[in-house]
């Protein structure tokens, strides 16, 4: 279960008491950014940032940040671990552990003059970074609206604002270009967790927002959410049997296949399971991490596309 609260903090706890439509809003209105008295930024948290110039050694402590600094031109002296294929220009820059489980010495002995963290994931690594004396922005989104305030932010303090705009843009034409081709809604199911132990993932976690987006209906829309993670639900099979869902979109914090495999075993041993329409047609789909362990950042389309293309391809098998 710590791995699990961990993983669940990982997978999109995002930054629920911040309303994205007041960051926005400070974004365009109240942040001061001038390179002649500095850079002045309100994060996802509501903290106040500022830096006498724009950051030289940046260190993002998820994947996501990182591709949205590159995204924007940027460049970083450190980066987390990446699950899966590394592209080639993060190859060299040097690992400061897991998203999860930062190593502090090694932070530090990269000099950075800017951390970019999560607020829930990173909570135990912040209070030391602050005594350090290193400046710290704090992202991590729990829908596709606060991603795109993450890239602003992230432009602001770059001075890539254009850029930022650019980006977010883009979003915004891909939700356009997704609502326009989104005809009947999907029946799905999302399952978030580790082997031996799983949840339902509500419409107000990152993939639940992104499942909405694309045309997806989530089953789990009413499910008393838990107290500890209210954006996921207790996993309730019989509530499940009489949704009964077309798709079951799988994610995990570790090996996406060795983790469906186990979800299958315990599907087999579950006779209620075998009667969802999902599992009798084998539509179990394993998402990938870089796109949906976390946010994606500046990735976000492709996490967009991914899901759209699963949806329609499941939506031609019932046709």
Not at 83 to 100: L, M, V, Y
Not at 181 to 194: A, K, M, P
Request: hydrophobic fraction near 35%; charged fraction near 25%.
């Amino acid at each position: 279960m710590l791995l699990l609260s961990s993983a669940v903090m990982f997978a999109g706890c995002g930054s629920g008491s911040v309303e994205t439509d007041t960051t926005e809003q400070k974004d365009t209105d109240e942040v001061a950014v001038s390179k002649s008295e500095g850079i002045t930024v309100t994060d996802l948290e509501g903290n106040t940032i500022e830096l006498g110039a724009p950051p030289k050694r940046i260190i993002p402590f998820s994947a996501g940040d990182l591709e949205t600094i590159y995204a924007l031109g940027g460049e970083a002296v450190g980066r987390p671990v990446i699950r899966g294929e590394i592209p080639e220009h993060f190859a060299d820059i040097p690992e400061i552990g897991t998203s999860n489980e930062i190593n502090i010495e090694k932070v530090t002995s990269l000099d950075p003059d800017l951390v970019i963290a999560h607020p829930q994931l990173n909570a135990d690594q912040i209070p030391v970074l602050e005594e350090l004396g290193i400046d710290i922005l704090l992202t991590g989104a729990g829908t596709i609206e606060e991603i795109k305030t993450s890239i602003n932010l992230v432009g602001k303090v770059l001075q890539k604002e254009e850029e930022a705009k650019g980006l977010t843009a883009e979003v915004d034409e891909k939700i356009d270009s997704v609502k326009e081709n989104t005809t009947e809604q999907l029946r799905t199911l999302i399952i978030f967790g580790v082997p031996g132990s799983w949840m339902v993932a509500l419409p107000t976690s990152l993939t639940g927002n992104m499942l909405e987006a694309v045309g997806g209906y989530n089953i789990a829309k009413d499910y008393p959410k838990l107290e500890r993670f209210p954006q996921y639900a207790q996993l309730d099979t019989e509530k499940i049997l009489e949704a009964d869902p077309k798709l079951i979109l799988l994610i995990t914090p570790g090996d996406s296949e060795k983790a469906k495999e186990s979800l299958s075993k315990e599907m087999e041993k579950n006779p209620t399971w075998k009667s969802v329409a999902a599992v009798e047609s084998g539509n179990i789909v394993s998402l990938p991490n870089e796109l949906f362990g976390a946010s994606p950042g500046a990735k976000v389309n492709e996490s967009l596309d991914y899901l759209q293309e699963v949806i329609q391809s499941i939506d031609n098998e019932e046709k």
